[in-house]
């Protein structure tokens, strides 16, 4: 599976961003099992989980976007948005996204995602800045 994330920039605080992450490669018949998950990885910091959608399409959210960000699937498309809204310079990091064959993979607690992820793609930067 080769995931590509698109959509990054750089915007101003309070503006909004949707990146989209596009899924090809031995995905057919599959994708609408997988779960799908946004990551992301600031300057110094560690990665950490943004938000992440399971097959059954309930959308999971770390504490600091809930509110701001929306996840959605588009599963004929093999694709995953996430809609991000009132950017904070906070929110400045490279973003990733990443699937898990493991469709319940977003029950787990936020910090522990990514290590049900088993493929991941190529991040794309969101800078916030006035």
């Known amino acids: 599976v080769q995931l590509q994330a698109s959509g990054g920039g750089l915007v101003q605080p309070g503006t909004s961003l949707r990146l989209s992450c596009a899924a090809s490669?031995?995905?057919?018949?599959?994708?609408?099992?997988?779960?799908i998950g946004w990551f992301r990885q600031a300057p110094g910091k560690e990665r950490e989980g943004v938000s992440c959608?399971?097959?059954?399409?309930?959308?999971h959210y770390a504490e600091s976007v809930k509110g701001r960000f929306t996840i959605s699937r588009d599963d004929p498309r093999k694709s995953v948005l996430l809609q991000m809204d009132r950017l904070k310079t906070e929110d400045t990091a490279v973003y990733y996204c990443?699937?898990?064959?493991?469709?319940?993979?977003?029950?787990?607690?936020?910090?522990?995602?990514?290590?049900?992820?088993?493929?991941w793609g190529v991040g794309t930067q969101v800078t916030v800045s006035s």
């Open positions: 990443a699937v898990s064959r493991l469709g319940t993979a977003c029950r787990e607690l936020t910090a522990r995602w990514a290590f049900s992820m088993d493929y």
């Open positions: 959608i399971g097959s059954d399409g309930r959308p």
């Open positions: 490669g031995d995905t057919y018949d599959h994708f609408n099992d997988y779960a």
